[in-house]
């Protein structure tokens, strides 16, 4: 009874931030751009608008007072005015600037300097006109003397949006890869029990290599090594591949430890009766140890969506990769960081739960638990 309380106050805790955090990615928006440039729709009074963004250094947050602006576009030096017929684009001739965000617009160059007075947040915005008389402008958020020490939980605030997303990367990542693996993993468990010795040690040659090296290096190889035998996959697409077939091999020998612990008896007893033996392993046994090993892939299904944060070091944005974009925006690593351990740690004990409550639902009076997984 003592222990009943805290467990249930966790319980309502986790599904409470559970069901937040699947309301805050089904109303996710898109993110920002996660460049030093702001992009702008395209002016009025022509075809394809003025393409320009706005980049600051130092980044926001730094204790100088002291920035350099340039307006510039993505891919190039400067800002590229509007598209004319012959597909040129005109000359930029004007720029203006707004350094304090009241609206009042100064003349100035494309490269400017400005020290600001106080402490505070200031929205500049610069405002170009090009040689048709076509204008747009971009604009960019400057937090101008905060401290390094302290915390501001704005950080996080600010780019939920980018938090949500990434979120929604790692889910995804984590439901394909446990899918796909599991019939995967099913034909290599069953194969590892074959009577057939040719089986057996393919999948031994199968399994071992992925259990006995780091996941780190099976992502590499897919995204960085393949690519010279001219099989050329994406960071997201290869990452995923990369985490479907490791977890495969760890489901694999789940699977046998499960239908191991499937009595003897089960299986003379469907050979009694007249079913062949492929009959009996798809009618009997897999169904009840399919049932038995929830709890280890329950525990496997938690540790693949632990293990999706190594797709960050390939350069995918899932909740790992967007908060380094955060903390290398804003200098400020603490907030990114424990807001992701917070999600992770929702999403986790928040499928322990749900797994909990189907394993018992779907238990097998008299018959033990299947095998568990090692740490990578």
């Given at each position: 009874?003592?222990?009943?309380?805290?467990?249930?106050?966790?319980?309502?805790?986790?599904?409470?931030?559970?069901?937040?955090?699947?309301?805050?990615?089904?109303?996710?928006?898109?993110?920002?751009?996660?460049?030093?440039?702001?992009?702008?729709?395209?002016?009025?009074?022509?075809?394809?608008?003025?393409?320009?963004?706005?980049?600051?250094?130092?980044?926001?947050?730094?204790?100088?007072?002291?920035?350099?602006?340039?307006?510039?576009?993505?891919?190039?030096?400067?800002?590229?005015?509007?598209?004319?017929?012959?597909?040129?684009?005109?000359?930029?001739?004007?720029?203006?600037?707004?350094?304090?965000g009241d609206g009042e617009f100064v003349e100035g160059r494309r490269n400017?300097?400005?020290?600001?007075?106080e402490d505070g947040r200031y929205a500049v915005t610069v405002r170009v006109?090009?040689?048709?008389?076509?204008?747009?402008?971009?604009?960019?958020?400057?937090?101008?003397?905060?401290?390094?020490?302290?915390?501001?939980?704005?950080?996080?605030?600010?780019?939920?949006?980018?938090?949500?997303?990434?979120?929604?990367?790692?889910?995804?990542?984590?439901?394909?890869?446990?899918?796909?693996?599991?019939?995967?993993?099913?034909?290599?468990?069953?194969?590892?029990?074959?009577?057939?010795?040719?089986?057996?040690?393919?999948?031994?040659?199968?399994?071992?290599?992925?259990?006995?090296?780091?996941?780190?290096?099976?992502?590499?190889?897919?995204?960085?090594?393949?690519?010279?035998?001219?099989?050329?996959?994406?960071?997201?697409?290869?990452?995923?591949?990369?985490?479907?077939?490791?977890?495969?091999?760890?489901?694999?020998?789940?699977?046998?430890?499960?239908?191991?612990?499937?009595?003897?008896?089960?299986?003379?007893?469907?050979?009694?009766?007249?079913?062949?033996?492929?009959?009996?392993?798809?009618?009997?046994?897999?169904?009840?140890?399919?049932?038995?090993?929830?709890?280890?892939?329950?525990?496997?299904?938690?540790?693949?969506?632990?293990?999706?944060?190594?797709?960050?070091?390939?350069?995918?944005?899932?909740?790992?990769?967007?908060?380094?974009?955060?903390?290398?925006?804003?200098?400020?690593?603490?907030?990114?960081?424990?807001?992701?351990?917070?999600?992770?740690?929702?999403?986790?004990?928040?499928?322990?739960?749900?797994?909990?409550?189907?394993?018992?639902?779907?238990?097998?009076?008299?018959?033990?638990?299947?095998?568990?997984?090692?740490?990578?």
């Open positions: 009874m003592l222990r009943s309380r805290p467990r249930g106050a966790w319980r309502v805790l986790s599904g409470a931030l559970f069901i937040a955090l699947v309301a805050g990615l089904a109303g996710a928006q898109e993110p920002e751009p996660t460049t030093n440039e702001t992009e702008r729709t395209p002016s009025p009074g022509s075809s394809s608008g003025i393409i320009l963004g706005l980049s600051v250094s130092p980044p926001s947050g730094n204790l100088s007072t002291n920035f350099q602006f340039l307006a510039r576009s993505t891919g190039t030096d400067a800002p590229q005015g509007s598209l004319q017929p012959d597909g040129t684009r005109a000359a930029i001739v004007l720029y203006e600037w707004d350094f304090e400017m300097r400005h020290q600001f007075s006109t090009d040689a048709t008389g076509a204008t747009a402008t971009a604009s960019r958020n400057v937090t101008v003397g905060e401290p390094r020490a302290g915390l501001r939980w704005d950080v996080v605030f600010d780019n939920q949006s980018l938090f949500l997303k990434g979120a929604q990367i790692t889910l995804m990542v984590s439901v394909i890869a446990i899918l796909a693996g599991l019939p995967l993993g099913v034909i290599v468990g069953l194969m590892r029990i074959a009577k057939l010795a040719p089986l057996r040690w393919i999948a031994a040659a199968y399994i071992e290599p992925l259990r006995g090296t780091p996941v780190i290096l099976q992502i590499f190889i897919v995204v960085f090594a393949l690519p010279q035998l001219g099989i050329t996959l994406g960071a997201l697409v290869g990452g995923t591949i990369a985490l479907t077939v490791n977890t495969s091999a760890y489901q694999a020998e789940i699977i046998r430890s499960g239908i191991a612990a499937i009595p003897s008896g089960q299986m003379e007893a469907a050979l009694g009766m007249g079913l062949t033996h492929m009959q009996a392993m798809r009618e009997v046994i897999l169904p009840q140890a399919l049932r038995l090993v929830i709890p280890p892939l329950t525990n496997e299904f938690i540790i693949l969506v632990k293990d999706t944060s190594l797709l960050s070091t390939i350069g995918v944005l899932e909740m790992m990769g967007y908060a380094r974009v955060i903390g290398n925006r804003s200098f400020r690593f603490f907030e990114p960081l424990i807001a992701v351990g917070v999600m992770y740690f929702v999403l986790t004990y928040s499928l322990s739960l749900l797994l909990q409550w189907t394993e018992r639902k779907l238990a097998i009076p008299g018959l033990g638990l299947g095998g568990q997984k090692g740490a990578h």
